[in-house]
């Protein structure tokens, strides 16, 4: 007896949509077909093509495996772990003469943090600061590396964490410090349905693609609470130069409105 094929389901491809927050305009540019043959698979009156199939894996990452049969993850890890860790995991808090501190993870020492994020004598080490605001909590400093979450992050800046016990209990869209055998990275986080073995993690640079991971290779989870940045001080004297040249050139504009009046 032949075995029965899985029916391409045309709601996979409405709810990666919606998963990527993206309306049938935008998601039919990036998969390079037009809004109207979206409609038109979305509504399940046209079948997906191999162009687009392939598009959508190139594109957006996507498992193609998933849109047509239902079977794996939506995206492609980027990393492809394949080795699973216990999730059990023992939160170290640092203190420093009955005061909390906060130790500080910079970009260089992401790989030794990965190996001795469970070690008290390592987390020693690492240098300490008290931030206002931030006393009460567990609450790690990380340098951030990459441009995946411009303009949100750039790239060095610092952002505090606060430890989040329960992965599950993070709300979708959530900003957040994740960190895996394979790195440290700072990405919006997204839980698939009501699976909450699967993370779906998206940058806010479009030009980094969204990827899903499994709950159990997370080793930590911090939710970003703030930065420590000085864009926005470099970015107010980029608009303050800006503002000032406006100011100027309105002032010429006066002054030859007022010569063409006195003519």
């Not at 030009?207 to 926005?232: A, C, D, M, N, Q």
Request: aromatic share 8%; charged share 30%; hydrophobic share 35%.
């Amino acid at each position: 007896m032949k075995k029965k094929g899985t029916k391409f389901e045309p709601r996979r491809i409405t709810m990666l949509r919606e998963l990527l927050q993206l309306s049938q305009v935008k998601f039919a540019e990036k998969i390079r077909i037009s809004q109207g043959a979206l409609s038109q698979i979305e509504s399940g009156k046209s079948q997906i093509s191999l162009d687009t199939l392939r598009n959508l894996s190139n594109e957006l990452n996507v498992n193609c495996n998933w849109i047509v049969n239902g079977v794996g993850e939506i995206f492609y890890d980027e990393k492809r772990q394949s080795n699973k860790v216990d999730t059990q995991k023992v939160f170290i808090d640092v203190r420093s003469d009955d005061l909390s501190v906060i130790p500080l993870v910079r970009e260089e020492a992401h790989a030794g943090y990965i190996e001795g994020f469970e070690n008290p004598e390592y987390i020693k080490t690492l240098k300490v600061y008290q931030i206002p605001g931030f006393e009460n909590g567990s609450y790690r400093l990380f340098e951030i590396e990459g441009e995946s979450m411009i303009p949100t992050v750039y790239p060095r800046e610092i952002v505090i964490c606060e430890y989040s016990e329960n992965k599950e209990s993070v709300e979708n869209g959530t900003l957040c410090v994740v960190i895996t055998k394979d790195g440290i990275v700072a990405k919006r986080v997204y839980y698939y349905e009501n699976d909450k073995k699967l993370l779906i993690l998206k940058s806010d640079n479009s030009r980094f693609k969204t990827y899903s991971l499994e709950s159990s290779k997370i080793l930590e989870l911090w939710k970003i609470k703030g930065k420590i940045t000085s864009v926005f001080i470099e970015s107010g004297l980029v608009d303050a130069k800006r503002m000032e040249k406006l100011e100027n050139d309105l002032e010429m504009l006066k002054k030859e409105v007022k010569k063409l009046s006195d003519k």
